[in-house]
Each structure stands twice: as structure tokens, then as C-alpha cells.
């Protein structure tokens, strides 16, 4: 069992829909959880992160944790065709490294 | 500011021979990590470097090593290439390394490799 599971998709919404991106994970010594986003033939960058369960908010993303279902969900308001890319959720124990999903690949349609 | 640096883009090469990889980090990063990128595994770590130390380990074979020099920068060599390696490597480097940094790492574009 992968450490943190993500559904690969791909997910197709049209333009302003709400989306949402989900994944378990399984190691409970996860202490922060991260969205990072990768366009097309370009690395990650960091869109979110959080420390704990609850939500954050910035802009038009949302970052939820629930540590008690080990759920972490990313949503996206009034989705934009620029918000097209692959989604990775990832976790982090200061004993050891940054576990990544396998992400989620986004299409917004026009 | 400049952000990470990865050569080559692009290469090719046979099962067998060994590759080396560059990245340089953006200027003042002292933490480099490594990682392998392929649609079905995702984004898998490799190792990570923090001041000329490895820190950090993934579960890959030995033939996987990397080095970091004193200016930061690092390299990582794969020797006796499998088809199984073909892959994007990705380096991301950070201001405290993985354990100081909040998860925040700056990723280059990757070196795609593809071995035949």
C-alpha cells in the first residue's frame, strides 16, 4: 500500500465549476500535508500547505485535512482553463522525507 | 532570482551505460533533494543533500548515488542504465532542507532521460 493514494484521473470540468481533489494517506506521523502543482513539462510548486486538520484558505484554494479519516482534499473556486495542470497532494514526518500521490491530472474546459 | 537549474533537458541512452545529472539550486539553498517521476510510480525520492551530507534516502538500488559540492550544487549518477529508469528526475531544492522547511521546495524543469 502507497503511503499516500491519489486517484490519477483524468478529471474534465467546465470553467467556474467548483473542483475537488482527494487523497488518503496512511502514515500517521504525517505532520504537514501539501498541494503542489505541476504544469506541463515544468516541476511542482507549492500551491498549499497545512500543519494540521482543519482548513486553509488562499484565493480561490482551499486546503482541508482530516486527520482522524487520514483524508486531504483540495478545492478550486470558479475554476479557471489556467488551472489546468497536475495536482499532487504530499505528506511530510520530520523523520524521514516528503511522500508524495501520484497525482491527479485537471482539465478545465472553456 | 534565478530558480533551479537542471542539465541536460534531455538525453538518451542504452541499458548498460551510466548517466550524470546536474542541478543547480537557487542561490543561498543549502538542501538538495532528488526525485524520479514516471506516470505509474508518481513522484518518488530518491535522496537528499544538506551541505555536502546525504540526509535522506529512498528505497532505490544502489546504483542510484548522488554527490553535493560544497557550492551547493549536485549531482546524481545512474550506472548500468534499465529501461526501467527511463523517467523525468526532478531536483528541488530548500532553504533549511526537508526537515526545516515546511515542505516548501522549489522544483527545476527535470532532466528526461529515456534508456533503450
Known amino acids: 500500500q502507497k503511503e499516500v493514494e491519489q486517484d490519477p484521473g483524468p478529471l474534465s470540468v467546465p470553467e467556474g465549476a467548483i473542483v475537488s481533489l482527494n487523497c488518503t494517506y496512511s502514515?500517521?506521523?504525517?505532520?504537514?500535508f501539501m498541494w503542489y502543482r505541476q504544469y506541463s513539462r515544468k516541476g511542482p510548486e507549492l500551491l498549499m500547505y497545512?500543519?494540521?486538520?482543519g482548513n486553509k484558505e488562499d484565493g480561490r484554494f482551499t486546503a482541508q485535512v482530516d486527520k482522524s479519516s487520514k483524508y486531504i482534499s483540495l478545492f478550486i473556486r470558479d475554476s479557471q482553463p489556467s488551472d489546468s495542470a497536475t495536482y499532487l497532494c504530499?505528506?511530510?514526518?520530520?523523520?524521514?522525507?516528503?511522500?508524495f500521490g501520484s497525482g491527479t491530472r485537471l482539465s478545465i474546459r472553456p | 532570482k534565478a530558480g533551479v537549474t537542471q542539465t541536460p533537458r534531455y538525453l538518451i541512452k542504452t541499458r548498460g551505460q551510466q548517466v550524470t545529472l546536474s542541478c543547480s539550486p537557487i542561490?543561498?539553498?543549502?538542501?538538495v533533494s532528488w526525485y524520479q517521476q514516471t506516470p505509474g510510480q508518481g513522484l518518488q525520492f530518491l535522496f537528499e543533500?544538506?551541505?555536502?551530507?546525504?540526509?535522506n534516502k529512498g528505497n532505490f538500488p544502489g546504483r542510484f548515488s548522488g554527490r553535493q559540492f560544497s557550492n551547493s550544487r549536485s549531482e546524481m549518477n545512474v550506472s548500468t542504465l534499465e529501461l526501467g529508469d527511463s523517467a523525468l528526475y526532478l531536483c528541488?531544492?530548500?532553504?533549511?532542507?526537508?526537515?526545516?522547511?515546511?515542505?516548501?521546495?522549489?522544483f527545476g524543469e527535470g532532466s528526461r532521460l529515456t534508456v533503450l
Open positions: 528541488a531544492s530548500s532553504l533549511g532542507g526537508l526537515a526545516g522547511a515546511g515542505g516548501e521546495l522549489f
Open positions: 502514515n500517521s506521523a504525517f505532520q504537514y
Open positions: 497545512t500543519y494540521s486538520s
Open positions: 504530499a505528506g511530510y514526518s520530520s523523520a524521514s522525507k516528503i511522500i
Open positions: 542561490s543561498g539553498h543549502r538542501s
Open positions: 543533500y544538506f551541505s555536502e551530507t546525504q540526509r
